[in-house]
């Protein structure tokens, strides 16, 4: 568990990290960043080969609003302007000059904090499952994902799509597919194992639901 007087901003450049703040759990990717205000304890674990940006600055650097904002959100999401910074950040590496880190550091933070209205937590939830559709998106992982409890990632998905949280999945790991059988050349079985499916005859049963063709035909069709 650490703690620091100042605050810290934790930007991913390639990998996921999981980490915790102030009692708030995430997975940070490289469309989420995290905010540790001064005095909020955190511990975090890497996932994999990751590699991270760290930006430490004091709170007169960022002022009180925005250090209040990062109180409450801790999670915020990486915009396309903030994405290029980082990146850039990350390719200079050590040739960087001093000067040019004093420079993009205020850059940095506000291409972060000036970031457009946040989307919802299940229009983020939707698109990490897109990303990687594979995973084993159990409703419990679904809500740690969005920020809420098990119970609460049901009443919302009611309130907004009108529909469960496994209903989703099924959607877009059925999209995942019929995108890879229209666009590639990966087998059948391989798309099925990529987009979560138990089998090649799960996946057909769920394409004979949904459009009342096997996998075959719909490629067959779709490169007609």
């Known amino acids: 568990m650490h703690r620091h007087d100042h605050v810290q901003v934790v930007l991913p450049v390639v990998g996921r990290l999981e980490i915790e703040i102030a009692g708030r759990g995430g997975r940070l990717d490289t469309g989420r960043a995290?905010?540790?205000?001064p005095g909020a304890d955190h511990v975090q674990a890497g996932d994999g080969a990751n590699r991270f940006l760290i930006i430490d600055c004091e709170q007169a650097d960022l002022g009180e609003a925005a250090v209040e904002r990062m109180r409450r959100e801790?999670?915020?999401?990486i915009?396309?302007?903030?994405?290029?910074?980082?990146?850039f950040?990350?390719?200079?590496?050590?040739?960087?000059?001093?000067?040019?880190?004093?420079?993009?550091t205020p850059l940095l933070l506000e291409a972060l904090l000036d970031v457009p209205q946040a989307p919802s937590r299940l229009e983020i939830l939707s698109r990490r499952?897109?990303?990687?559709?594979?995973?084993?998106?159990?409703?419990?992982a679904m809500a740690q994902v969005a920020g809420v409890s098990p119970s609460r990632l049901h009443a919302l998905f009611r309130a907004e799509l009108d529909r469960t949280p496994q209903q989703l999945l099924s959607?877009?790991?059925?999209?995942?597919?019929?995108?890879?059988l229209a666009?590639?050349?990966?087998?059948?079985?391989?798309?099925?194992?990529?987009?979560?499916?138990?089998?090649?005859?799960?996946?057909?049963?769920?394409?004979?639901?949904?459009?009342?063709?096997?996998?075959?035909?719909?490629?067959?069709?779709?490169?007609?």
């Open 171 to 180: 959607e877009i790991r059925l999209r995942a597919v019929q995108d890879g």
């Open 183 to 224: 666009r590639s050349t990966a087998s059948i079985a391989e798309l099925a194992f990529k987009a979560g499916y138990s089998d090649q005859s799960a996946l057909t049963r769920a394409m004979r639901r949904a459009t009342g063709l096997t996998p075959g035909a719909y490629r067959r069709r779709h490169r007609q």
């Open 74 to 77: 801790v999670f915020l999401p």
């Open 79 to 87: 915009s396309p302007a903030a994405r290029r910074l980082i990146e």
């Open 34 to 37: 995290a905010f540790v205000a």
């Open 129 to 140: 499952i897109e990303l990687e559709p594979g995973l084993d998106w159990s409703v419990p």
């Open 89 to 104: 950040v990350d390719l200079s590496g050590g040739s960087m000059s001093s000067t040019t880190a004093w420079r993009c």
